[in-house]
């Protein structure tokens, strides 16, 4: 594969989510790598362009660092196609269903993969629930998420009814529907994706109450384990479940599956990714160096995806 193939690559980043700023960080990081390989690459954030844009600056393909909405739910990966472009990671369907936690958490069940009990909430539903009923379904001890957002932005723990009613006030805030998820006593993991193979398991340790977003983005005292501590068959168990649960979601490319193993041994898938963070802090980064792989490398392998057919 020669480089010249790549033409000229638009890193598109920024955007209008609440993941803005995370996004800047991730494409110029990108931009960084891309340059330094002699690819003709350029910033582009929609939030400042229109997306016609790109076709006046006779743009060939497209690197999607755009996090959140607008960037991470399809709605962008459906104009690209529509202008024509080649771009990074999923399609339309893929990331659509991987921002939505709630759908994601019915096609995995339907797929008989393990995830923790959950209830889903609409606006209609908020002033109607006994959220007394749910804390006690759900064994006492929740957190609450939005459906469609990333980097843990709107979620919170709820210990009693008090605090889950906090809690979907906060989570409505940014979006209209929103999860109760069962609180998993255990530790966390994340398993990265490229071209349909997963890279090394990372396990993540925070003295914060869950991996929020200042123990992703801000904090110091967050630790990152890699080779994770586990056992060769259960490292391959969980990669497994990984591939299944990306592809069940019909995405492609790259990515990132989080999971949860409890104190009882057993596995539960959390969240899908479909355009992880790339940021000094970011975790496939992380399981691409663990595996061999430079940031450059993994940058450019993820860019040549664009040319297969």
């Not at 991987?98 to 995995?108: E, G, L, N, S, Y």
């Not at 805030?173 to 255990?186: N, P, S, T």
Request: aromatic share 6%.
């Amino acid at each position: 594969m020669s480089r010249a193939e790549f033409g000229k690559v638009a890193v598109m980043m920024g955007g209008h989510s609440a993941e803005r700023e995370v996004s800047l960080k991730s494409g110029q990081a990108i931009l960084n790598a891309l340059q330094a390989q002699g690819i003709e690459a350029v910033a582009f954030d929609p939030a400042q362009q229109p997306l016609q844009a790109l076709l006046e600056q006779n743009i060939d393909r497209v690197f999607i660092a755009l996090h959140g909405r607008g960037g991470e739910d399809g709605s962008m990966q459906g104009a690209l196609q529509t202008l024509g472009l080649p771009y990074t990671g999923s399609g339309i369907l893929g990331c659509a269903l991987a921002m939505d936690k709630v759908r994601t958490k019915q096609i995995w069940q339907a797929m008989g993969l393990p995830v923790a009990d959950s209830v889903s909430v609409s606006p209609q539903q908020r002033d109607q629930i006994d959220t007394q009923q749910v804390m006690a379904d759900l064994g006492g001890r929740v957190i609450v998420k939005p459906a469609n957002e990333g980097s843990s932005i709107g979620m919170s723990v709820a210990n009693d009814a008090e605090q889950l009613a906090t809690a979907l006030d906060i989570a409505f805030q940014y979006d209209q529907q929103v999860l109760v998820e069962r609180w998993i006593v255990g530790k966390e993991y994340t398993v990265g994706l490229l071209a349909g193979e997963a890279l090394p398991v990372i396990r993540l340790q925070t003295p914060h109450e869950f991996y929020d977003f200042a123990a992703k983005y801000q904090a110091n005292d967050t630790q990152y384990h890699c080779p994770a501590g586990l056992s060769a068959e259960d490292e391959q168990h969980l990669q497994q479940l990984a591939v299944a649960a990306f592809a069940g979601l019909g995405c492609r490319g790259w990515g990132r599956i989080d999971a949860m193993r409890d104190e009882q041994g057993n596995w539960y898938l959390l969240e899908a990714n479909a355009v992880p963070g790339m940021t000094e802090k970011s975790l496939v980064p992380m399981a691409a160096k663990a595996r061999g792989d430079s940031f450059s490398t993994l940058v450019e392998n993820i860019l040549a995806q664009t040319l297969e057919s």
